[in-house]
Each structure stands twice: as C-alpha cells, then as structure tokens.
C-alpha cells in the first residue's frame, strides 16, 4: 500500500534513487540492479503491484510522460497476501475496495438471477388435478345424502359464504399478516432456510400464498429448488390476484384429513354441518388440522387430542391477540368441540350405483353439462328417488329371488328382474336395477330387451276411445266407447277392409286368448278388464297401426322401443323398459296428462344453482278416456292381480313365446312396472322362455305380481 502513494509523489524519482543507492549487491530483479537478494524480492512486490495498477505514457509535445490508471483492474485482481506496508494481522486483511466490490459484486449477480428466475417463472394455467378436483355428491328427495362420486371429497365454496370466524382462525393459525404481506413473509424465510441448514429438513415459514402455490401448482417434494420457484410464484401470484381470490382458493384446497379437501366437506366430516353453520370454537379446531390432518385428529389416537386441544386454545388466543375475537367471547369457548367420529363414505354400490347412474346421465341432459365438465366435479344433484320406496321395492325383488333355486331347476337360470316406480307427475321414485351395481352395472329397469307383451293392450285402447276406428280403407271413422262389442273368441282371423290379414310367410294372422279361451261377444271395457286379447287385435287394425303408435308414444314410450308395424305391434312386439312403462301408464293416473320421467329435480355446484330443463306435461289423451282405461283395470275382484287394499289398476302382460312377464300397476301416488325374464348375457342378447320359472307353469305371471304386491303393501302400511 505505501508504493503507491510515493509514486503519485513529486519526489517519486529521487526516492528511487535514495533506494537505489543504499541497495547493495549485484542481483538484478525486474531490470533494477545493485539489490540484495532479500530486498530484491521486496521491491518486486512493490514494483510489480504498482505495474499492474497503473503505466505512464508520453503526452505528446511536452516531453512529459502522463499516468493512466486502471481503477477496475484493482478491483478484479486476485487478491496478493500478504499484504505489503502490513504489519501483523493486518497484512491479511483485504482492503476496503476489495471488500466493497466483491460485495456488489455479489449483490449484483444475485439480483441479476433471481431477476431472470423471475422473469421465466410462470403461473401455470392448468392447476393441479388432484388438488382441485372435486366430488359429486347426489341426495335423496328428502334431502339427506345418497351418494358421492370422485377421487376426493372436495366441494368448492365462495368465501362470501364462509364466516368470518372461520376465516380468521385460520388465518391466525397460519398467517395473521396475510392481508398485508406480499405473499412471503421475509422472517418466514430466513428461518425456514435456518431450520433447513441446521437439520436438513424443509420446513415453516410458509405464507398463506405460498402454501396454495404448493397445494395446486407443485408437487410437495422438500428441496430448495422446490421451495425457490414456490417464492417465485407466491410473489407473482400476489399480484396478478386479490387476497380474497386466493384465500378463497386456499380455503377450498387445503387437505383435512378424512378424505377431505376443503373447508366444506372438512366442516361435514368432522361436525356433520354446513361450514356456513360452524362457530369460531369449531373454526378453530379445523384450524389446527392445517399442521397436519394425522396429528391433530383426535379420532386417530389419544395422543392427538392432547395436541389438538393445545392447538385449539392457541388459535383462540390468537384470535383475540390479534383483534378478530372479543375477550368476552373467548371467555365462552372453555370446552372443546369434541368432532363425531369418522364415518365410511357413501358410496354408489348396490342399488345406489344404479341411482347414480340415472341421475347423472339426466343432470347431464337437463342441465346441459358436457362429459369434461362434469368430471370436474363440485356438483349437488337432488334426485326424485325416495329411500323408504327404494327399501321396499329392493326388498320385494329379493324375495321372489328366494323362490328360485337355480341350482335344481334350468328355468330358474339366468333370471332377471326390472322394476321402477313413478310418481304421475314424472318423477323416478325408486328402481330395481339388478343385484348390485358393482358387480352388473347393466340397469335392469331401464333396458329395453324384451317385448312388453299383452301390457302394451291399454294403449290400444286408448288410441281406439280417443280416434275411434273404421272399417273401410279411408272412410269415415265411427265413435268407440266402453260398451262397443268385439268378438272375444280364440283363433279368430284379424280382418282389414280388403279382408283377413296375412303375414309374409303366408300365414294368416289370428287373435289368441291367454289359456286358449274364448269369450264371445264382449265389449271392449269387460274384455279389458278380463285380459281377453283378440278384441284388442281387431281394434288395433280397426283403429289404424299410426294412431294406436302415436297414442303410446304420447303416454310415453320411446319410438326407439316400437316394434314392426304389423299385427304383433298390437300386442305388445316393442320393447320398452320398466321405468318407461311405469310412467305411460302413470299418464292414466294423471288422467290423461303425461310428463316425461326424470330423476333430478335440482342441481347446484358449488352453491350456485344450475339451469335445468324439467320436462313440462303435455295432454296425451282426453281425461275421459284415461279414467276408462283405469276403470277397466281397477277391478275388485282380483282378476288383474292386485290384492292390495290401496285404490289401483293394474294389468298383466304375457308373450305368445313366453318370454317375458310384466306386471304394472298404479294408484294416485305411484305406477309401478315390474318384469321378469330370462337372458345369458355372456351369450347373447336373446331372452329364453319362462316355462317353469320358480316350478310354475307356463305363462304364469304370479311372480312379478308378487313383487308388485309386496312393495305396494308395504307402502301403504
């Protein structure tokens, strides 16, 4: 250090030579002859520090030679220690403008990368799937849960819907100074890195912001890497979006154990309530969850209660620490909110899983919901399905199934059962869909597989009472009423105006009675209530094969389920499924108004109400001819099967083939459609004969009326 100062000296030169001359020896170092070895390696330091420092040049003209400092090469240079001119420890101490600039040396390459990192980090547009995905939970008409559906139990809510109790108290438990912060929290940080430098693990010092980075942009892996980029993006996230938009978030992704994301379903799997009902005392104590869900649950051993009642009082305290819980009021949470112990979700197996299956693919059609977006999940879907109906009638088919022994009778193999109730105004009360959804996903009551036989006779008619009939091709149509007689004989030819009928094989088409019976001249309302097939033949011919198609499909069957237009068509060659049936003959009940079934009355997600298009009841027939037709079928002498002591009418329905048997029936409150037929799934879609299904002979049709009448007894009890 003393070099160069002699050498912005005026006396720089003669200096020189005062040294020059009280140097002995004849060592030449750095052209200066005449030092001493010793010396000589001094001046070497001092000359060569003050040629790297600085050189003269000549100024031109003047015969002067000028010096030209190089003060950014005295910066960069390798630092020389010993320092020379220093004594003691002090000739290893760096100068101050070493110190200086290695520090803005530092501070600025720092600043330039974490700049850059910044620059190129950026908030991803897709946010975690897991975090955000939420589930689908379905409810029965009276309001309580039926099922959920998902990968998690999550339920987004708006924050304008949680208390503000709730709110604090996580915030006093995580991030007191959320509101003002700038999505980190500098002490936070610094003793996170701390904490990490001392035992290696990552861990505090998370903000609020921080913590939604993680739970929805990154994976929960500890590094610094991971925890860099988290800052990253909390400070970015904090101003592209309001803290009310991310708390909102972070309240609704968090995991609080039990399967369950988010305040709400937190708030219902830990206290059985909305979280618009929670108090500041229960906020809390789902507060103290957020440190980790398997530490705090006092359901999962002892020693968590003890944490968890520790962690309560803390934030309680907190809460009134920091304003947001009077004195007084805190003075009344002295007991524990003790949570009800964890239950098994619902889930959509058995008969649920059918229910399931019908309500979402009507909120779907309804509510005009794409497959993508309803994956998403977050939706409340309030059925029409009622659970003592669905009880009884699940109760009814599985007690007909004790009648059968499969393994001693062939014809008791493969049997299948349908079944649906529907109220008259359309709504799906209660199905049969098969054994168990999880094993048969295959919906039983909503299949159209088999013929609907001699029950599809009601609508025939119907279509005669309400268009009348003629007998000459495009002549006029004369009137029908109930007391219109046909003949009721067996094997009697089907006539049209040009003459018997005849199918295409050449064979003529003939009425045939259950049992080979023949009735005579009957009318039309004793042939309906007594099942007598071959006046209904003939109507259907007389009455035109459109109308009696248009009559149906007005009550309610689907034209996908109609048959060929021939004969056969009248009775009963279509196939429709036992929910539709049920609800075409429901259209009598209405007296003659038909709405079409659905099993969704309402849907929400996330709170907020979606738009559902409800089907509207449209005029299928007059009224009077509706109340003849449920006048023709209530009969009380038991001929169509109904034993119940409830106000009803019901109508068999029998194949020629035998192949399969319904019976329907209804009342004021219900109709209910039940069949029962044969099919190897594994084989073919083909159903197979009945004859000696549960030892009986053919064309009996007492086990579906069985059904019938044991589910319409127990709801009338």
Not at 56 to 76: D, E, I, S, Y
Not at 85 to 106: I, K
Not at 173 to 191: C, K, L, M, V, W
Not at 537 to 564: C, H, I, N, W, Y
Request: charged share 25%.
């Amino acid at each position: 250090m003393l070099w160069p100062l002699l050498r912005r000296s005026r006396r720089a030169g003669m200096w020189r030579r005062t040294l020059n001359d009280h140097c002995t020896g004849t060592v030449a170092v750095c052209g200066r002859p005449g030092l001493s070895w010793l010396d000589g390696m001094t001046q070497h330091n001092i000359f060569s520090r003050t040629a790297r420092a600085a050189r003269t040049v000549l100024v031109p003209g003047t015969g002067r030679r000028k010096q030209t400092k190089r003060p950014f090469a005295r910066l960069l240079r390798i630092p020389d220690l010993p320092r020379a001119g220093r004594q003691g420890w002090r000739r290893w101490v760096p100068s101050w403008r070493l110190v200086l600039g290695s520090v803005l040396l530092f501070t600025g390459t720092l600043a330039t990368v974490v700049g850059v990192a910044y620059a190129r980090t950026d908030i991803p547009e897709d946010l975690n799937a897991f975090a955000t995905q939420q589930d689908t939970v379905y409810y029965w008409a009276d309001g309580t849960p039926m099922a959920r559906t998902g990968w998690v139990s999550r339920q987004e809510m708006p924050l304008s819907k949680i208390p503000d109790h709730v709110r604090w108290s996580v915030l006093a438990a995580e991030n007191a100074n959320f509101y003002s912060d700038h999505g980190i929290s500098t002490q936070g940080i610094t003793r996170a890195l701390w904490r990490t430098v001392g035992d290696g693990d990552t861990q505090g010092g998370s903000t609020i912001t921080q913590q939604y980075v993680k739970n929805v942009y990154l994976s929960q892996d500890q590094s610094f890497s991971r925890k860099f980029t988290e800052i990253l993006m909390a400070v970015k996230l904090d101003r592209r979006l309001s803290k009310d938009e991310i708390l909102q978030e972070y309240l609704n992704t968090s995991w609080f154990g039990r399967g369950t994301y988010g305040l709400q379903r937190a708030s219902q799997a830990y206290y059985g309530k909305e979280v618009t009902q929670l108090n500041a005392s229960e906020g809390a104590f789902l507060a103290s969850l957020l440190k980790g869900a398997s530490l705090y649950d006092p359901a999962v051993n002892p020693r968590n209660r003890e944490r968890a009642v520790e962690r309560w009082r803390w934030t309680l305290d907190r809460m009134v620490e920091i304003g947001r819980l009077s004195p007084a009021e805190r003075a009344t949470y002295t007991t524990f909110p003790e949570p009800k112990p964890p239950h098994r979700p619902n889930s959509a197996g058995g008969q649920d899983g059918y229910l399931v299956q019908l309500a979402e693919s009507y909120a779907k059609r309804a509510g005009h919901i794409s497959d993508a977006r309803f994956d998403l999940g977050g939706y409340q879907i309030y059925t029409t399905f009622e659970k003592p109906r669905m009880t009884a009638l699940t109760r009814a088919v599985r007690d007909a199934r004790g009648a059968l022994d499969p393994e001693q009778r062939k014809a008791d193999r493969f049997v299948r059962f349908g079944a649906a109730s529907v109220a008259p105004d359309g709504r799906i009360l209660a199905v049969y869909g098969g054994p168990d959804y999880e094993r048969q996903a295959f919906n039983e009551s909503n299949a159209g597989t088999v013929p609907a036989g001699t029950a599809f006779t009601p609508f025939v008619y119907a279509a005669g009472l309400q268009h009348g009939v003629t007998h000459k091709r495009n002549g006029p149509r004369s009137t029908v009423t109930p007391s219109t007689m046909y003949d009721g004989d067996d094997d009697i030819p089907v006539m049209t105006p040009e003459g018997p009928y005849w199918d295409r094989s050449g064979k003529m088409v003939k009425g045939r009675n259950d049992g080979d019976t023949s009735y005579g001249r009957i009318s039309l309302h004793d042939a309906m209530a007594k099942s007598v097939n071959s006046p209904f033949l003939q109507l259907g011919m007389d009455t035109g094969l459109k109308l009696v198609r248009s009559t149906a499909e007005a009550s309610g069957l689907l034209p996908s389920s109609f048959g060929p237009p021939v004969p056969a068509f009248v009775m009963g060659n279509s196939t429709p499924s036992a929910i539709r049936m049920a609800d075409a003959y429901g259209t009598f009940a209405a007296h003659g108004v038909h709405t079409d079934p659905y099993s969704v009355r309402k849907v929400t997600r996330n709170g907020e109400p979606v738009r559902l298009d409800l089907p509207r009841p449209k005029r299928a027939v007059r009224s009077d001819v509706a109340d003849e037709v449920t006048a023709a079928l209530a009969r009380p002498d038991g001929r169509n099967g109904a034993v119940s002591a409830a106000p009803v009418a019901a109508k068999t329905g029998t194949t020629e083939d035998d192949t399969a048997r319904w019976y329907v029936g209804y009342g004021p409150a219900a109709s209910t459609a039940v069949v029962v037929y044969r099919m190897d799934l594994k084989k073919s879609l083909a159903p197979l004969p009945l004859k000696g299904l549960a030892g009986g002979p053919a064309d009996d049709g007492k086990l579906p009326a069985q059904i019938w009448n044991t589910y319409t007894e127990a709801m009338t009890k």
